[in-house]
Structures are given as C-alpha cells and as structure tokens.
C-alpha cells in the first residue's frame, strides 16, 4: 500500500487528465470528474466508475452532469509505489473517459486500457 495525500492523489487525476487528447478533451462535456475514497458497496476494489450517459446514447445535453470518480482507496491499496499509482490513475481516467464515449469493457479490454 502507498501513503498518499489527498491533495498528491487529486494531482495526479489532473495530470491524467492533461493526458487525454486534445481531440476527446473537445467532445468531454457534461462531465465533472471527482475524488472520493472509497466506492459505495461491497466493491472495494473499485478504482474508478463511469456515473452517466455516454454520448453514444443520444441527446443528453440537459441531463445532470455525468460524473467520473476515481477512488483513492482503492488504488494505493493495490500499488506498491508512487509510480504505479500515477500509472493506474491514468489507465483508470482514461478507462472511464471511455465510457462516456460509449466504450465498453469489452473493447477496452482488446485496446489494453482495462
């Protein structure tokens, strides 16, 4: 388990996010990304969740925001170093930026992102 503030934590969601091709970044919209500690539930090892409709599902320009969550629990429970925290951070927002263009596990799973 890594120790890691929670200040650290949200850095590195935002670096992730810097990641994300300008291309997708143009088409991010009624999104909020979040940071909570731990998933709601039994699913304890969840890292991140998709909370939404994704643009493949048609008009949703009034709808609430959608919302991704990337729980930090979770993800310094099961990485041994800062960097292997920066690495899943990033694999989870891209994983969950994904979904709300309608990616599926499925084909994240061939592309290497899940």
């Known amino acids: 388990m890594v120790e890691m503030s929670e200040e650290e934590f949200e850095e590195l969601v935002a670096d992730a996010l810097d990641e994300i ?9 009624n999104v909020v990304f979040l940071v909570e500690d731990e998933p709601d539930g039994d699913e304890e090892d969840l ?8 643009q493949t599902d048609g008009d949703f320009e009034f709808a609430e925001p959608n919302r991704i969550i990337i ?5 310094l429970r099961m990485c041994d ?9 990033r694999v989870t927002v ?3 930026v994904a979904h709300h ?3 599926e ?10």
């Open 71 to 75: 729980f930090r629990g979770p993800t």
């Open 47 to 54: 890292l991140g969740v998709y909370d939404g409709f994704a």
């Open 94 to 96: 891209f994983h969950e």
């Open 81 to 89: 170093s800062p960097q292997e925290v920066a690495e899943e951070v």
């Open 21 to 29: 091709p300008e291309a997708f970044l143009e088409r991010l919209y």
């Open 101 to 103: 263009f309608g990616i």
């Open 105 to 114: 596990d499925d084909e994240l799973h061939e592309l290497g992102w899940a």
